[in-house]
């Protein structure tokens, strides 16, 4: 019910993510910074990567993620194939995630990684990861639109 809707969700978004990776004319223009832009393109994929891999990976798939925040708004020259291999297992590894979620645990369980200063419900918080996704999609969508001239 909400977890394939979810799931088909996060694909779909997930696979817009590699799209707008892919639309950037010059790999470069994707760390680039400029004026009021804090965050390249490319960082902001690490981000997402980054941030699902913990939180959907590591509290239902069990992938062992090491997280490293730093990187993802640090890291520069991440060549455009190794993201996209990124994304694809992040698109692999949230698919086996939610599979793990039942109906039950839903609407009963809160999740299983205190994200923030107070716990919060599993299907809160699988929704406000989806919202975050689209969130900085679409900043990057600016971001290449704006810079990638």
């Given at each position: 019910m909400i977890k394939d809707t979810l799931k088909e969700l996060f694909v779909r978004d997930l696979k817009r993510l590699k799209k707008e990776i892919q639309l950037y004319k010059?790999?470069?223009?994707?760390?680039?910074?400029?004026?009021?832009?804090?965050?390249?393109?490319?960082?902001?994929?690490?981000?997402?990567?980054?941030?699902?891999?913990?939180?959907?990976?590591n509290?239902?798939?069990?992938?062992?993620?090491?997280?490293?925040?730093?990187f993802e708004f640090a890291g520069k020259d991440v060549p455009r194939e190794e993201l996209y291999k990124d994304i694809d297992a992040t698109i692999t590894i949230v698919e086996n995630g939610l599979d793990k979620i039942t109906d039950l645990q839903f609407s009963e369980e809160k999740f299983p990684i205190k994200i923030w200063e107070n716990e919060t419900g599993l299907a809160f918080?699988?929704?406000?990861?989806?919202?975050?996704?689209?969130?900085?999609?679409?900043?990057?969508?600016?971001?290449?639109?704006?810079?990638?001239k």
């Open positions: 010059d790999e470069s223009v994707l760390w680039e910074i400029e004026n009021e832009i804090k965050n390249s393109g490319g960082n902001l994929c690490l981000h997402l990567i980054g941030n699902l891999k913990t939180f959907i990976g509290g239902f798939a069990d992938i062992g993620y090491t997280r490293k925040r730093d918080t699988i929704i406000h990861l989806h919202a975050h996704l689209n969130y900085h999609l679409g900043q990057i969508n600016y971001h290449r639109r704006i810079l990638d």
